[in-house]
């Protein structure tokens, strides 16, 4: 083994004989020819004893006094991701007399929300990442949507909505797991027809003809709110009849012997909402796969051409 270099004009390298428990403490520059080095070789056995700690290295760190404490205003609660806990609540309109509702709660991962706009109320939950988008009918031109968070906090916020009063509305809500639904029959139309607005044929707000359903509410659960809305617009003069509206009801294996309840949301005389409430008994479980059809409950839509 060798060590070191040399000019090219130096002696030639020289073996190092090992040398057990020493260590150099003198390094030269590599320019330095062989000639020049000096050498100092200090022995272990020679080097002094460093200081003991007198205290368990853990005990040491467990120790009160050596804990580092932040001051609150410095220490704000985080989430998961290292992002502050905030909670912010914004509107914004939309073609069709909507409104998109974003609610951003970083710390309330998968947690329930619950909205209400008038007298609409539904539930639904945030994301991985606490946040919720849903976009809802506007059942006013001046549209405040109230969230309540799972801890009790509230948020509200407000905007306006031009166009909301270009639609008559009717919504059907309820809570828990009973199976309902709001149907609409377009002018004659009949059950599965193009012109029968439900669930399972929503439409869109773009709808160039006819009206549009809008399903709200997640989660599973008697505490779960679900709202369906039919809306309408008055500007689609060119039509003219009837819009014979009603509400199914579904005898399931969870509902089946047991009572089911409901709202109706439409305008009253004065334009504004009125809420009707709907309480029915259903058959036993020997019924069940049939449905109950109610057609009395809500006022159908007449429309007349100008």
Not at 239 to 266: F, Y
Request: charged share 15%; net charge negative.
């Amino acid at each position: 083994m060798y060590l070191g270099t040399t000019r090219a004009s130096a002696a030639p390298l020289q073996p190092v004989v090992a040398v057990t428990d020493t260590f150099v403490n003198t390094i030269q520059p590599l320019s330095a020819t062989t000639d020049d080095v000096p050498t100092s070789i200090v022995r272990l056995g020679d080097m002094p004893s460093l200081p003991t700690i007198s205290m368990d290295l853990t005990a040491r760190v467990n120790s009160d006094h050596d804990h580092l404490t932040l001051p609150a205003s410095a220490n704000p609660a985080i989430n998961e991701y290292g992002l502050p806990c905030e909670a912010n609540l914004t509107l914004t309109p939309e073609t069709g007399g909507l409104v998109a509702v974003s609610l951003i709660a970083s710390c309330l991962i998968d947690s329930r929300v619950t909205l209400h706009h008038d007298k609409l109320v539904f539930s639904a939950r945030t994301d991985h990442i606490g946040r919720l988008d849903v976009t809802i009918p506007a059942m006013d031109d001046y549209a405040t949507v109230t969230a309540v968070l799972d801890t009790g906090d509230t948020l509200s916020a407000t905007t306006s909505v031009p166009d909301a009063t270009e639609f008559d509305r009717i919504a059907l809500q309820w809570v828990g797991d009973q199976a309902m639904g709001l149907h609409a029959f377009e002018f004659g139309a009949s059950f599965d027809d193009a012109g029968h607005v439900w669930a399972e044929n929503p439409r869109s707000a773009t709808a160039h003809s006819g009206g549009f359903l809008t399903r709200l509410g997640t989660g599973t659960g008697p505490a779960a709110q679900f709202a369906e809305v039919y809306s309408f617009p008055k500007a689609q003069e060119h039509l003219n009849g009837v819009v014979r509206m009603s509400v199914e009801v579904a005898v399931t294996d969870r509902t089946c012997g047991a009572q089911a309840s409901a709202e109706i949301l439409q305008p009253g005389a004065n334009g504004h909402l009125q809420a009707t409430d709907i309480v029915l008994n259903l058959p036993g479980c020997d019924a069940v796969g049939e449905f109950l059809v109610l057609k009395n409950i809500v006022r159908d839509l007449k429309l007349a051409a100008n």
